[in-house]
Antibody, heavy 122, light 113 residues
Framework: QLQLQETGPGLAEPSETLSLTCSVS?????????WAWIRQPPGKGLEWIGS???????SYNPSLKNRVTISVATSKNQFSLRLSSVTAADTAVYYC???????????????WGQGTLVTVSS | DIVMTQSPDSLAVSLGERATINCKSS????????????LAWFQQKPGQPPKLLIY???TRESGVPDRFSGSGSGTDFTLTISSLQAEDVAVYYC?????????FGQGTKLEIK
């Protein structure tokens, strides 16, 4: 059974860079799927941040594009999120997920991590 | 971006009664290369990640009770719970995965009347 687990600091300083890592177990990251980040501010809805393929291609939400970098480390079976110049508006639960290729669509999002709360505060 | 608009924002239904949630997209989510609607429905309970209920607009995920059903095509979609159970109290989201970025509806909070 595939499992995804987010790790990283639960607190980030305003104007600094938020960094999270998603560890994938029970399967390889080096398959034809996309690995993505989704966030959810407390009490609010879901926002897709972006995705990466193990071959390195990325897609980002235009609303965050200038601040986001998603990368993959196939040797570690991990992928990561960096979000720069954070403000209180970036306080959210951050989920890592797996998505089938868009041309098949499949389930859209077929695996989720449990999520990790990141609070932006000084 | 494809904007997803759910209605209503909240809904109170008696146990055993039908619950209906609507989702409208600002443009079609029918994916031409596979002729499938790239539209999913999720259920989220407090403190948990969303749980997939329906994908391709009407395909029930394995293990999801058959009281949950999805319908619609193009830009208008519906999630129906045929006979509400207490464990169905949750927030429900529609999700389009046709265009980049993926987008979600704002959520519908379902409660017991």
């Amino acid at each position: 059974q595939l499992q995804l687990q987010e790790t990283g600091p639960g607190l980030a300083e305003p104007s600094e860079t938020l960094s999270l890592t998603c560890s994938v177990s029970g399967g390889s990251i080096s398959i034809d799927y996309f690995w993505a980040w989704i966030r959810q501010p407390p009490g609010k809805g879901l926002e897709w941040i972006g995705s990466v393929h193990y071959r390195g291609s990325t897609s980002y939400n235009p609303s965050l594009k200038n601040r986001v970098t998603i990368s993959v480390a196939t040797s570690k079976n991990q992928f990561s999120l960096r979000l720069s110049s954070v403000t209180a508006a970036d306080t959210a639960v951050y989920y890592c997920v797996r998505q089938p290729p868009r041309h098949t669509g499949g389930r859209g999002i077929d695996y989720w991590g449990q999520g990790t709360l990141v609070t932006v505060s000084s | 971006d494809i904007v997803m608009t759910q209605s209503p924002d909240s809904l109170a239904v008696s146990l055993g009664e039908r619950a209906t949630i609507n989702c409208k997209s600002s443009q079609s989510v029918l994916y031409r290369s596979n002729n499938k609607n790239h539209l999913a429905w999720f259920q989220q309970k407090p403190g948990q990640p969303p749980k997939l209920l329906i994908y391709w607009a009407s395909t029930r995920e394995s293990g999801v009770p058959d009281r949950f059903s999805g319908s619609g095509s193009g830009t208008d979609f519906t999630l129906t719970i045929s006979s509400l159970q207490a464990e169905d109290v949750a927030v429900y989201y529609c999700h389009q995965y046709s265009g980049i970025p993926d987008t979600f509806g704002q959520g519908t909070k379902l409660e017991i009347k």
